[in-house]
């Protein structure tokens, strides 16, 4: 069992120790793709492994240090965490070997970066930890080794106008990470504790008030990150100047973590019995904002950015309506979308190449000139508008059941759904039209050829072909076996709708709880006294907590 | 433990020949006396032998300061991470003392990224190596030295991973000493700018 345990630290320690390999061997570019590839191929064989673990025997919990649960820090592999764990590295390994191959046709095979490669591993390691994390500051950690790398990779090889994106995402992110942090602490200060199963019990207790603000202190901190409608506006302006691996690892990764981190805080510690109406109302909004302005655009990669805003409403919209079967519908719908807005971004990146401009009216008559193309194009696209033999179609069905069978509020948003995904594929439609039929036209020149963004040039290697198309056989594969993913995801949505398995794998079974928590409330001061710091606040707002529970 | 400016100039390291407009091997260190730090400085007046001087009796010293927090970091104030940090410190008084590119460099022979990656590494496979004996990742032991009379010393596992810690952190400094400090100047070099006007004090 023990060996169970450590693999469960192989997702994030795995990828750390090929950043550091990558940096030493850096003169030799092939050592360096050699360790990037079997890396992640690793992680994705650890990953399956504790997939199937967690469904079959419960979440797999490795206490790091042999510290228990509520003092040390646990990493946690349940259903969904080692779910998403598994299809965000398969989507990192075929982004990287799309990466790989531009690189190559870019710079020749023998360049090497002591940058590109290691950051690259460094954004895989924050992003598993993230998934795997049970506490809150560990989880904080993780999207800052996330952020710090994807800060470098979105202003590697920099240009002006890259520059000037970066800095608009850099500066947000620093906001949220902020927030983050101050959630944190105020978490703690109020509780007394940051591991999440914990949390799960203490938070129970606190004043109403008290619970509602620390509950959309981090809404808006994840909603940063995830792209929520008011708090998206930095996304379609940094994401699309970034090269096209980098975007779609961004676009299939970030946004997906923090959904996620939504989705196990709101669950996890701040639990609801009925769908909640601020949720519903923003994930409505973010659906159809998102859509609308992916129909006003013409820079594609501008295009996808909103569709891919829009459709973190679908994956909001799962988890407002807080039934299991909602939840099952977010983990299928991250599942799905994870996959094809990454191969979108790739796609997108091998259009700009052949044609040489990001501007869908200067493009045209690409399905002559690059059928090959036309079909990678069309495959996705289609799964995104979610049309009925794809893994979209799956997705959205099983958001739209768990909405139809919710309240009237429920419903209404389930309409916008449908709506979202009428305007999606309007959306990519018109893309189709614009720009694989039509009069072919000549590719535009490179006018800045020394960023990273090359384009006029029709030179697009095989592997680049091969990256995206691992894609969408994996998207096909999701189609496939929907019923048993299915059966996954529901079973997923089960155990964090009643919290006991994840409760009792972290804290042991004996403090399983019956009810609403088994800290007693006189216990909730002591853990911040006995931790020294914020004892002064814990014991005030365990005061408060008494008081409430006392009327 | 020799101080670097007695060091004989190493060959320079394989990954990292020195670039166009460095000064050669053969008399890299001459202009300076033996307690000068090397003056690559080609201007005499961009030198300042007050901090010369200090930069070279502070340089040992700070560097025995730096383990010294390494070792002491499992029971007191210290550790890999602060430890790292005053020894890259000890860099920054050199580069700022003596200037000019790559010297920080090429003394080691080593380049900055390869000093990160292998303190990232033992960090890591000290992380991984207890589930050898069956721990959890991350536990770590204890080894009890006494020395009779002398007293004892306590070994803890974790100080391997610490001393990792401390060379991931000194090849932070490093890279961006090179990176921020000698390469911002090289660049200036070889955009065409001669060296840095005496009142601004630039790039040294």
Known sequence: ?551 | MTTPSEAPPGPPGDADPPGPGDTPWSRWDQPSGRWMLPGACPDSRERTLVLEAAARLLFPTVLVFSVYLLFEGHYGPGGGFSGGLVAGLAFVLRHIAGGDDNILVSRFGIRPPVLAGTGLVIAVLTGLAPVLWGEPVLASTKWHISFGSFGYLDVVSSLLLDVGVYLLIIGVVLDLLRSLGSGIARDAREAGETAPRPDTGGGR
């Open chain 1, 1 to 551: 069992m023990t060996l169970l345990q450590a693999f469960v630290t192989l997702p994030v320690l795995l990828p750390m120790l090929g950043a550091a390999a990558s940096v030493i061997v850096s003169p030799r570019a092939s050592l360096q793709r050699v360790i990037g590839v079997v890396t992640l191929a690793l992680v994705c064989v650890v990953a399956g492994v504790l997939l199937v673990s967690a469904d079959s025997y419960g979440p797999v919990v490795a206490q790091l240090g042999g510290w228990p649960a509520p003092m040390g820090i646990v990493l946690v592999a349940d259903r969904m965490s080692a779910l998403l764990l598994l299809i965000s590295t398969l989507v990192t390994l075929a982004v990287l070997v799309y990466a790989i191959d531009q690189r190559i046709s870019d710079y020749g095979r023998e360049t090497a970066s002591t940058t590109f490669h290691p950051i690259f591993l460094l954004l895989s390691t924050g992003v598993s930890l993230a998934y795997l994390t049970g506490d809150l500051f560990t989880l904080f950690v993780a999207f800052e080794i996330m952020l710090a790398s994807s800060y470098v990779l979105i202003t590697r090889r920099t240009s002006a106008s890259r520059i000037r994106s970066g800095m608009t995402y850099v500066i947000v992110s620093l906001m949220s990470s902020l927030l983050f942090l101050t959630a944190v602490g105020m978490v703690y200060a109020a509780t007394g504790s940051v591991n999440l199963a914990d949390l799960a019990g203490r938070v129970g207790m606190l004043p109403e008030g008290l619970k509602t603000v620390l509950a959309l202190l981090l809404v808006v901190v994840f909603g940063i990150k995830a792209a929520i409608v008011p708090l998206h506006f930095w996304l379609p302006d940094s994401y699309p100047n970034a090269p096209a691996p980098v975007t779609a690892l961004f676009a299939g990764l970030l946004t997906k973590v923090g959904i996620y981190a939504l989705l196990r805080t709101q669950t996890l510690v701040f639990p609801q019995d009925h769908p909640s109406t601020l949720l519903l109302v923003i994930a409505a909004v973010t659906m159809v904002v998102g859509a609308l302005g992916a129909v006003a655009q013409d820079d594609l990669n501008r295009l996808l950015s909103f569709l891919l805003v829009s459709h973190i409403g679908f994956m909001l919209f799962g988890l407002a309506v807080y039934t299991p079967s909602g939840i099952a519908g977010t983990a299928l719908y991250i599942v799905h979308h994870i996959t094809v807005q990454a191969t979108l971004f790739l796609v997108s990146g091998l259009i700009t190449r052949r044609t040489g401009t990001v501007s869908i009216a200067q493009m045209g008559g690409l399905a002559q000139t690059a059928p090959h193309l036309a079909v990678l194009f069309a495959i996705p696209a289609i799964t995104l508008a979610g049309l009925p033999p794809t893994s979209g179609f799956v997705a959205k069905l099983a958001l739209l059941r768990a909405g139809a069978g919710a309240t009237p509020a429920a419903e209404i948003v389930a309409a916008f759904v449908v709506l979202a995904s009428l305007l999606t594929l309007y959306a990519v439609a018109r893309v189709w039209v614009r720009v694989f039929w039509g009069t072919p036209k000549e590719p535009l020149v490179d006018n800045d050829p020394n960023d990273e963004l090359v384009v006029g040039t029709a030179r697009s290697a095989r592997g680049m072909y091969v990256g995206a198309s691992s894609l969408i056989v994996v998207s096909i594969v999701i189609a496939l076996f929907a019923g048993p993913l299915s059966a996954i995801a529901s079973r997923a949505g089960d155990d964090l709708q009643t919290r006991e398995a994840y409760r009792s794998a972290v804290l042991g079974p004996d403090t399983a709880p019956g009810g609403p928590g088994p800290v007693p409330v006189a216990a909730v001061p002591q853990g911040p006294a006995a931790a020294g710091g914020g004892a002064a606040i814990g014991a005030m707002t365990a005061d408060d907590a008494e008081g409430t529970t006392s009327r």
